[in-house]
């Protein structure tokens, strides 16, 4: 018996069971007679493709398969933040990578995005388990999470152990290390009511219907309640069910070099005394701090009239730039994307090259007034003017090369652009193709090629991860805008995606 008394505060570390009962576990996953004992993983890529970190490191791009909620990625205020994506954006910048979010569509299998090479980690608050094991390889932990109980203020009482809630249904998606808990407590004898709700749902959306009444209890990892219950009203905390759940980054089982990369990282942050006590880096508190304790995005995400100030779906400025680009007959997703990437949507912004606005537009360049280009609107319609007029210059390319040299001429501007094309063409190669000039703009660092260039040396460096991450981040706002699209219909989540907990 894994409990000596009813209470559940006192429970055992469930995922370190003994090898009996983690034998039985698998078993039990391995039984076509009994399916319901398990967590039933969606794969159906089983052979994961070669690419390991020497290749990550070739492309420059690291890609980082995660859901659309405030415990792993979301848009605040159009900026990209998250638990998760810090955490793993500090990574990208150690090892001089772009970081590229593939969120997972309602269909999809964060698994299969992995093993086929559309991902390359899966970062999304995921627990381990012996299931999952067998799929994927797990860095070391960086965080310890405890399962509790969440039931509604309707009910009008506070459990305090699992017999509590022999009359009440838990609520939880079969798919999910939650359901796999309830299953093992209910095998043990314990009065567990499990109701089986749409694989869709994420631990938000449940919640929030927990909350509303919709359904009576579920269950929740307790940095997850604790973000919840700072916008949420009407949910009581009830018992622990299990402690010390072990929180880790999924790679593929081919990709040991990429898993030591991240052990690495997550050393620093993360780790056991001699007493196993888990000790934290500054930086891993500050973020916990920051997303599950006391900080303020999550909150102003879901009522932004809080602070009696409305946002877009992926910006600040939705309205505007959509006006703004349709007079200038340009993507108004592509034209947010640069924002971001330029000022964070800070009107206020100034760089060191005396660039400012939202656009970042040079003065000197510009033939409005320099106090003019702090208005947001005015400075929007000025970056959207620049920019319409380097797609003319490329507008015999086709679209993805097209904005590519397009970006990078409104980054580095057109004259070291020209001069990695020339260079390029001296290569043999195409000097059309965003591929090869891109290598030309790395090679123009170098004396020998800058030195005989018309506009001398680049930071060619800059301007290929410039072009890399706006068309990352422009492909998520897609995303995240289809998605958004269909959440109110289909009901699959807070935000609209389903998360992997």
Request: include cysteine; charged fraction near 25%.
């Amino acid at each position: 018996m894994l409990f000596e008394r009813d209470n559940i505060i006192g429970v055992s570390k469930y995922l370190l069971l003994t090898g009996c009962g983690a034998m039985l576990l698998l078993s039990c996953s391995q039984s076509s007679d009994t399916p319901e004992n398990s967590e039933t993983l969606p794969v159906s890529v089983s052979e994961p493709i070669e690419r390991d970190f020497a290749e990550i490191k070739r492309n420059g791009v690291l890609r980082m398969v995660t859901s659309y909620s405030s415990g792993s990625y979301f848009l605040y205020k159009g900026i990209q933040v998250g638990f998760e994506y810090e955490l793993l954006k500090a990574f990208t910048k150690e090892n001089d990578l772009a970081l590229e979010v593939v969120i997972t569509g309602p269909d999809e299998s964060p698994y299969d995005l992995l093993n086929s090479g559309r991902g390359d980690i899966i970062a999304a608050n995921y627990t381990i388990t012996p299931e999952r094991k067998q799929v994927v390889e797990f860095t070391r932990p960086y965080n310890m999470v405890d399962q509790l109980i969440v039931i509604s203020d309707d009910l009008g009482f506070k459990p305090e152990s699992i017999s509590d809630m022999e009359e009440i249904p838990i609520s939880v998606r079969r798919n999910s290390s939650y359901y796999v808990r309830l299953k093992e407590l209910k095998d043990e004898g314990f009065p567990v009511n499990i109701n089986i709700i749409p694989e869709d749902m994420d631990t938000e959306s449940v919640l929030f219907q927990v909350a509303d009444g919709t359904y009576e209890a579920t269950v929740a990892d307790d940095n997850i309640f604790d973000a919840a219950d700072k916008y949420m009203n009407g949910l009581v905390k009830g018992p622990l069910i299990a402690e010390s759940d072990t929180i880790a980054w999924a790679v593929r089982k081919n990709a040991p070099d990429l898993e030591y990369q991240l052990n690495r990282f997550l050393y620093k942050h993360f780790r056991f005394d001699e007493d196993g006590v888990p000790k934290r880096s500054a930086f891993l508190n500050v973020l916990r701090k920051k997303y599950f304790q006391s900080g303020n995005q999550i909150a102003d995400y879901y009522s932004p009239n809080y602070r009696g100030e409305q946002y877009g779906t992926i910006s600040p400025y939705d309205n505007m730039i959509r006006e703004v680009a349709d007079e200038m007959d340009v993507d108004w997703v592509m034209l947010t994307a640069i924002a971001a990437q330029e000022s964070k949507f800070n009107p206020s912004s100034v760089s060191w090259a005396g660039a400012v606005g939202i656009m970042q537009v040079l003065p000197r360049f510009s033939e409005i007034s320099s106090d003019s280009l702090y208005i947001p609107e005015v400075n929007i319609r000025e970056g959207a003017k620049i920019l319409a007029s380097h797609l003319d210059h490329y507008a015999y390319m086709d679209s993805t090369n097209k904005w590519s040299f397009a970006l990078a001429a409104y980054n580095a501007g057109s004259g070291h652009l020209a001069d990695a094309r020339r260079l390029t063409i001296d290569h043999n190669k195409d000097p059309n193709k965003w591929e090869d000039v891109s290598e030309s703009l790395l090679k123009l660092m170098q004396r020998k090629y800058y030195q005989n260039a018309r506009y001398g040396f680049c930071r060619g460096i800059e301007t290929v991860r410039y072009v890399n991450e706006i068309m990352n981040r422009y492909s998520t706002y897609q995303t995240i805008l289809a998605h958004n699209r269909e959440k109110t219909a289909t009901g699959t989540g807070v935000l609209g995606f389903k998360t992997f907990n």
